[in-house]
């Protein structure tokens, strides 16, 4: 069921838990207009939340300031993905879908993310309902392999399932054309085409490719695939801890590399020097970043990258907006300060793909 915050269907029409969903979503459109939690304390009952999104709020807040940025149009829509109800309680799976006008200096963009909240309500015999709790989902802090220490050891799976609401799927290998045609007819230098990479990742950030296998944390997944769409040769060896490279799935096989699919992986790989495949140089400042390259985040600040995302536009001041994919975001800010994943401690590695391979 879809719900839009000031738009659609009034919660005048709606009952129960529904329309104190529809409420919620209404005032969280507001709270993000105003960057201010206040619109949300009639009725979310949370404390915790409520002081986690009030933080979040106050460093966007700032962070605009900043950038001389103002929001002229803010839109939230809302999907229900999961419902568990009984009579007097709900606990409610919501994906947010967020569309920001801004401007800054008088050049103008569209910044676009979507959001998953678990949310529990409860309900009187008068009919009225309050949301008792929220449980915001930081996927990208959910990294689906385990360390990758200086490239030498193998991961420690998490054999997690596919993202919720995909049906299970065989899907074909992807034919990376370096390794069956002969070595005589290959091209021996491949140009990296960035406005490739930005197109194909403008067209898939909020939806899989099914091509490819689609991964419950799917960021490393979309960079690497826009990579490849924009020309990054894969390196295959056929072994899961080397190389960049992936195949699809194949009689229940799993046939990528760790660094195709692994934040930290990826990280490590673009860090190592090499002469030939997929290069990169690690920058200082993201004002060195082109379009198509390349920023991984690393939120506790110890050494353990957990998400990725590719640089697709620039701001007035040139700085980066950058798309992602686990959770899906277009033309976001570079440094994750509106995330509840962001804290304090958060280190960035930031690489500029090479031109040529």
């Not at 915001?136 to 030498?152: A, D, N, Q």
């Not at 065989?170 to 990479?197: E, G, K, M, Q, S």
């Not at 004002?287 to 990258?305: A, C, H, K, P, S």
Request: with cysteine; glycine share 8%.
């Amino acid at each position: 069921m879809p719900l839009t915050s000031g738009k659609s269907r009034s919660s005048d029409r709606l009952q129960g838990w529904k329309a104190a969903v529809h409420e919620y979503v209404k005032q969280v459109n507001q709270s993000e207009i105003e960057l201010d939690v206040e619109p949300l304390k009639r009725l979310v009952q949370d404390r915790d939340h409520l002081s986690r999104y009030g933080w979040k709020l106050d460093r966007l807040r700032e962070r605009e300031r900043q950038r001389c940025v103002w929001a002229s149009r803010n839109e939230t829509k809302a999907q229900l993905m999961r419902v568990h109800e009984s009579t007097h309680e709900a606990t409610v799976l919501l994906r947010l879908d967020q569309r920001r006008s801004l401007d800054q200096f008088g050049h103008g963009y569209v910044e676009e993310r979507s959001e998953y909240e678990r949310l529990w309500l409860q309900g009187d015999r008068g009919g009225e309902w309050e949301i008792s709790r929220i449980e915001p989902m930081v996927l990208e802090r959910r990294p689906r392999f385990g360390s990758y220490p200086g490239g030498t050891a193998t991961y420690e799976e998490e054999r997690g399932q596919r993202r919720s609401g995909f049906t299970e799927m065989r899907t074909r290998p992807f034919v990376n054309y370096d390794i069956v045609l002969p070595l005589a007819i290959r091209n021996t230098v491949h140009r990296y085409r960035r406005d490739r990479a930005v197109a194909y990742a403008d067209t898939w950030w909020n939806k899989g490719n099914p091509e490819y296998e689609e991964f419950e944390v799917n960021c490393t997944n979309y960079v690497s695939q826009c990579l490849f769409a924009g020309g990054a040769p894969m390196n295959y060896t056929g072994r899961r801890e080397s190389g960049w490279w992936y195949k699809g799935r194949d009689g229940g096989m799993e046939w990528w590399s760790y660094s195709w699919a692994v934040s930290n992986a990826l990280q490590t790989l673009l860090a190592t020097p090499r002469r030939e495949g997929l290069r990169a140089a690690l920058v200082d400042r993201p004002e060195q970043l082109e379009l198509g390259d390349v920023i991984l985040y690393d939120w506790n600040g110890d050494g353990r990258y957990q998400h990725s995302t590719i640089v697709t536009a620039f701001d007035a001041d040139r700085m980066p907006l950058v798309n992602a994919n686990t959770v899906p975001s277009r033309h976001r800010y570079w440094d994750y300060r509106d995330s509840y994943a962001w804290t304090e401690a958060t280190r960035y590695s930031m690489f500029h793909i090479a031109d040529e391979f």
